[in-house]
């Protein structure tokens, strides 16, 4: 008990005495928040390391426990990384109080048995988005509202969910239930709290929050929240419900099937025509939700142990991509594609991280997103044994989605770290970031090549089998330490050659075309890959009207708000004569109710 | 002086004090402002202790007979669960908006007057809960109504008169139908106090008056409470008030007029029948829904705010109206949740107010930088009333949307869920055009406003981040207590006479 409620109630205080510190002494809050999220993350592996904890209010088993110590390292890299990049910020003490609560919060949200405490720190995670968003200034104003009425109206619907659960079962710990879909109140329980769970990770129709937040929001805030943790819980949230709370059907499997599709193809089809990276990695972290979707949508251990290792994956390299992402708009100061390019030699750290995490989330071997996609590819094929023609849908779509990925991601690399540099200027003198920025990419990098090499031996062994609790059966074969080996050997076999090959006698020479040097202004930004994708028929209706929010649930929500709100204010006319008579004709009402 | 003297101090205080305001308030400058806070503060410590000496009281009532008469031939005074939980929640308004319009009210020219009128409001409302007497509660109520109806017309612009002018016309209709609806009644049970009138209404049976007398008072009651389709005051006459007082208007009057006595008459005096049962739930509903599609598209921030004081009074009667113990509570605990956050969101509009001189949401903006507390109280107390956790209003709207789906309503646990959507948006608008956003030039240079004003609103503030404790079992009884008297209907008449004799 106390090992639980510790590290939460430590991260409640010290984000309150953070707030007391005078804003003055920066370097104290700064040194105190670090301090804290290093404590919080020991915390949060001593709870991985302790026994199986079930104690009323809280739980902890395979599932609950390996999201502990993640949340911990991510708070504790964000918070590493926040001491630089946050530096032209001047309300830094509200900033890092909300990092601690929401590291705290989301800690209680992984380990809460109870649906009460659950609702309590998923809605405040909500409230601490909405805060950080807005640390970063009147321009986040828009994006925060949006953000917030879409996470916090998902918090409602599963306030109706878990009452709807509550009603079920007569009991208030997730631990005690055990529903059969089959019933109507059960099923829409499920697509209620489920609701919830997509709202938060990203996942479609509630997805449209995170390429706009990604946009605008400080890059620290988009890394940590909605890249990592909030993914952590999402994705957590519905494999509890999927694994442990209800007994699912199969129309529920095939639902979250093509949700999770659907989810991949349409937000990779938007990141590829996007020209500010922030936004088009936002759009990746939905895409990428669509695969962890999809193979809890599988309901075969293989599936669900790919999708919950896609997610522990996805929030490693998202993170590290979107901090890489942030040390490039640090120096550079922008973060339009367009504006960009010829990185690679001045900023040669933060290049290697985003290579490896672009790697990683495009499906590329070793790297650790390619181990979890083909897992959730052998979840799908499982699902075939049984029949049916969904899952070689659902198979084409990740696939093709990984393509797409992939494109998108050569788009990224080209347009900011290859290619001629935008301003024309030749220096190519190193100029990285400073270590507290540089360092936590590294770190999240190195993991993911970690993850990719020893996956069966580390994060399989260790996170993902005690998690499902029940073996993993693999049907294809895929040994990552010879695949690794055979991948160095071509490579450097390619090596020798070069060197052993004529390399001397190339003559290296400016790019020109037609007997004229390339000048700046035919620069190849990498901005326009893809962009005929835009002109094809359909295609292109589809692309215009997604571009002006047709298919975004808020909008088509407002419309149809101030429609109805419209009517009722032509109503309200103002003159007492007409207020008069809706009285009486309301007494009226009643009386023919009372008195028939 | 025995401890039960006590409860008539709850209407002879602010009594008191508004003769005193007006009359020192004349001669001595600054007095009106001494007394009315040692009034106002004197008021909240003899509610609280009120509460305590309830927990002593045997059967958890006290009973006042004024004069020594016994009723039903005298009138008495009746402090219970209900009552004392309505004191508390009356009396802690009233404090935090009087130490408010200190400073606020400098604006106005006759401040002596203001506070006269603040003291009558206050006494009426007190008496409207203490008392025990059907026609008194009329009389309380009508004094309440009308220095509410000159609070609102204050500022004698013309807007601010027209205002007044429809809510005294549809207050003095709701009224006339009240009173109409306590004839019937005398005539029917030939007396007025309220336990006598519930000991005789429960055995003598007629078709036709009851659900008559019960449609009058519906519509009375509802239209002094704001339900949908009786509304339509509301939301001119809040927004025209001075901030303090639309606070007192939205936070507290409203509900005590309205609610309260809907409460009192139809679950302690007539009986709580499946179908008054079923049309509360409707009309709540129907307010919850209706005002806050309407309150999305205002652009005033005190209309808004009006609107949405429909939409959660439409809360507080759902939860009521199931008339499970769940409901109940949930629906008593949103009454106190909401006078505390829709109070606060009115002071902190009366300081936008005060500060930037406009209220118009598309004047406003960026004001979070330089009004830093202003914006944080705002930002807590809108929290609230989205139902965001940990702060209060999560708590009372989880329970009634709980306790709709316990009792089989789950369109309206929808509808509760919807509205509660709608709100978050609406207060998150607030948000972004008043606290968030860009500075406008004009008001680059504006201030902070002054200390009594911060302290209300800090004051406020904290008791909505800390109002979910209040479900604590070693808190709840707060909140059991006044459950439990709604939940005992009829038996009040019992309670109330057995006390009484002794």
Redesign the interface.
Known sequence: MKILLEPILVSIVAGLFILVIPKRFRKVIEFFSLITSVYLFVAGIKIFFAAPINIGYFYVDGLSRFIVPAIGLFGMLVTLYSMRSMASYKDISSYYAYILWTIGSSILAAISNNI?VL??????L??TLY?LI?ISG?K???V??KT??II??S???M??GF??M??LTKSLNLSDMRIDIAAPTAFWSFLLVAAGAFAKAGAMPFHTWIPETAKEAPISVTAFLPASLDKLLGIYLLARLALNVFILNSFTYAILMVIGSVTILAAVMMALIQHDFKKLLGYHAVSQVGYMVLGIGTGNPIGIAGGLFHMLNHAIYKCCLFLSAGNVEYKTKTSELDNLGGLSKIMPITFLTTLIASAAISGVPPFNGFFSKWMIYQGLIEKGKSGGVLWIICLAAAMFGSGLTLASFIKLIHAIFLGQRADGKENSKKDEVSWQMWLPVSILAILCVIFGIFAYQIPLKFFIKPALGSEVLFTGEWHTLKATLLLFAGLATGLIIYFLGNFKSIRMSDPYIGGEPVGKDMRLSGTEFYNTIKEYGLLGVIYKKAEAGFFDIYEQGKAL??G???F??YL?N?V?P???V??L???MG??L???K | MKAIDIIPLFVIIPLAAAFLTSLAGRFIRRSSEVIIFIASLALLGFSVYARFLLNSAPGRILVYKIGGWVPPFGICMVIDGLSVFMLVTVNLIAFFVAVYSLSYMNQYTDKPKFFTLFSLMVCGMNGVIVTGDLFNLFVFLEIASIASYALVAFGTEAEELEASFKYAIMGSVASAFIFIGIAFLYSFTSTLNMADMARILAYKQNVWVIPFVGVLFLMGFGLKSALVPFHAWLPDAHPSAPAPISAMLSGILIKTLGVYSLIRIFFNIIGSTHGYLTILMFLGVASMLVAVVLALSQWDLKRLLAYHSISQIGYVVLGIGLGTPLGVLGGLFHLFNHSVFKSLLFLNSGSVDYAAGTRDLKETGGLGKLMPVTAKTNLIASMAIAGIPPFNGFFSKAIIIIACLEKGFTGYAICAVIGSILTLASFMKVQKFVFLGEIKDKLKNIKEVPFAMLFSVVCLAIICVLGGLMLLPSLRFFLDDAVAVILRGTSYAGVVLEAASK
């Not at chain 1, 609702?119 to 405040?124: H, M, P, T």
């Open positions: 009460i609702l309590i720190s998923w809605g405040f909500g409230f805060a807005n009147p986040a104003a828009a925060s509202k917030f009425i916090g109206g918090d409602s619907l306030i109706l009452g709807m509550w009603l708000v101030f109805v709100g419209g009722f204010q309200h103002g007492l007409t207020y008069l809706w009285t004709l309301g007494m009643l009386f109710f009372f008195l």
